[in-house]
């Protein structure tokens, strides 16, 4: 996922409505957790980032 202000994240868990983000990187501290309704404009689908730097991820099937 990706957020205008927040960043990159990955989802933590979705249901009733809303979508909880964690926003770090593969070599970033743990990143902070929000949670956002599933309809926030300011939310979006994103490519996953690498696992590690320099790895890329397996493509989507």
């Given at each position: 996922?990706?957020?205008?202000?927040?960043?990159?994240?990955?989802?933590?868990?979705?249901?009733?409505?809303?979508?909880?983000?964690?926003?770090e990187?593969?070599?970033?501290?743990?990143?902070?957790?929000?949670?956002?309704?599933?309809?926030?404009?300011?939310?979006?689908?994103?490519?996953?980032?690498?696992?590690?730097?320099?790895?890329?991820?397996?493509?989507?099937?």
């Open positions: 996922m990706r957020h205008a202000r927040h960043g990159h994240g990955w989802v933590q868990g979705s249901g009733l409505g809303r979508v909880t983000v964690r926003f990187e593969p070599d970033s501290p743990p990143g902070r957790v929000r949670t956002f309704r599933d309809d926030d404009a300011e939310l979006e689908p994103a490519d996953p980032l690498p696992l590690a730097p320099g790895v890329l991820p397996p493509p989507e099937r």
